[in-house]
């Protein structure tokens, strides 16, 4: 019978040490954090894309065109070359696109990733909940606009939501680099 009670005690032991920790920032962090969002000086580079899933995306995912680990809901963008930087009022990015589009590609498929170079409009910041920021604005791609949605994260962490007006909605995930 010691023996019962002593693995239960043994299998409680375990099980709570398995429990994950979340990281704690400390104030002087999140000051760093608030700093750089507002002085508008950061850069994102993202780890995965989450086009809009629909038959089309769903046939390539299939096909297996998408490549392994990949689906019509998530591709990964490791590998890849893509950024969204913003210094003060100006933005440029490279974000590669996937998903389906509602008009006409120039010849050559050059306008394929989504280029914002410029400056950016009506830009709005919100402090969420959980300390992070939620950034809006409107860029111009080419000749296509977009309605650009940012949620920075007091652990670095990143996700921007675009919707243009020849394309299917788009999301990414990733990080946040501060610009110097």
């Known amino acids: 019978m010691k023996y019962h009670y002593f693995f239960i005690g043994l299998l409680v032991v375990a099980f709570m040490s398995c429990k ?17 969002v507002l002085n508008q000086k950061y850069r994102v580079e ?6 809009q899933a629909s038959a089309a995306m769903q046939q390539l995912s299939s096909s297996g065109v998408l490549g392994a680990g990949n689906s019509a809901g ?8 893509n950024f969204l930087t ?17 008009m006409q590609v120039g010849y050559g ?26 950034i809006k604005f409107d860029a111009v791609s080419h000749s296509e606009n977009f ?22 909605p788009i999301s990414y995930s990733g990080i946040l680099i501060p610009l110097e």
Do not use: C, W
Not at 24 to 32: G, I, R, S
């Open 20 to 36: 994950s920790q979340q990281p704690t920032l400390t104030q002087a962090d999140k000051d760093a954090f608030n700093t750089l």
């Open 147 to 168: 309605k650009v949605q940012l949620i920075l994260s007091p652990n670095m962490k990143s996700n921007i939501h675009l919707s243009g007006a020849s394309r299917n």
């Open 74 to 81: 998530t591709i990964s963008l490791i590998g890849n070359q």
């Open 109 to 134: 498929g050059t306008d394929s990733a989504i280029e914002f170079n410029g400056v950016v409009k009506n830009y709005k910041v919100e402090k969420n909940k959980n300390d992070g920021f939620t």
């Open 86 to 102: 913003i210094k003060g009022d100006s933005i440029t990015s490279y974000l590669p696109y996937f998903g389906e589009r509602q």
């Open 46 to 51: 993202s780890d995965r894309a989450y086009p």
